[in-house]
């Protein structure tokens, strides 16, 4: 069964420095990868995909994928209360369906 | 630009009442739609997914059932809740090839 791994947490940071959230994946085949950003009671929203192994950057956010070690991870640079949610992982490895990881409490504090 | 609907935003339901959830998409045209179920404190479960009007792929054997009646129509429905299906539903949609998923607000659903 494909399945996708993040610590729970909470991952707490101080106002200004990086957060890292990890996670890893199970199924070689993946193709897409993506975070997303839950706050509390909202629905999921769409901050980052990535395709290729490497970096991508996006502002303060900067997603990296290594397919050899099959683990992706999201760096939040100069962490602000407000990036304080839960972060999803999902992975596609081609069709419909995408896995969801069950997410890190990020927490940032003032 | 697209927008993604979903209602009621709660709902409270006596075990053995009937379900209906709906989702509408503005802004795009065939869309693929799913259905999410998130129970507290975990990942994403996918019930349903539709790629046209009337074709719908249910991945967990339950007591759910999805339709799509029009291209930017998708309900979720059931005959009779359980208290298993209390959890937060979430629609979303992703066009063409493109596995990128947008959600709509959700429906928290508590079944009493």
């Known amino acids: 069964q494909k399945e996708v791994e993040q610590n729970s947490g909470p991952l707490s940071v101080p106002e200004g420095a990086i957060a890292s959230l990890n996670c890893t994946y199970s199924d070689r085949g993946s193709q897409s990868f993506f975070w997303y950003r839950q706050y509390s009671g909202k629905s999921p929203e769409l901050i980052m995909s990535i395709y290729s192994n490497g970096d991508k950057e996006d502002g303060r956010f900067t997603a990296q994928l290594n397919k050899a070690s099959q683990y992706v991870s999201l760096l939040i640079r100069d962490s602000q209360p407000s990036d304080s949610a839960t972060y999803l992982c999902a992975v596609n490895s081609g069709g419909f369906k995408t896995i969801f990881g069950a997410g890190t409490r990020l927490f940032v504090k003032a | 630009s697209q927008t993604i609907h979903q209602w009621p935003a709660t709902l409270v339901q006596p075990v053995g009442s009937p379900l209906s959830l709906e989702c509408t998409v503005e802004?795009?045209?065939?869309?693929?739609l799913y259905w999410y179920r998130q129970a507290a404190g975990r990942g994403l479960q996918l019930l349903f997914y539709?790629?046209?009007?009337?074709?719908i792929s249910s991945e967990v054997p339950q007591n759910l059932s999805a339709s799509r009646p029009q291209d930017r129509q998708f309900i979720l429905s059931s005959k009779k809740l359980l208290l298993s299906d209390s959890g937060f539903y979430l629609c979303?949609?992703?066009?063409?090839?493109?596995?990128?998923?947008?959600f709509g607000p959700g429906t928290r659903l508590t079944v009493l």
């Open positions: 802004g795009t045209s065939n869309p693929n």
């Open positions: 539709s790629v046209g009007i009337g074709q």
């Open positions: 979303a949609w992703s066009v063409g090839g493109i596995n990128e998923q947008f």
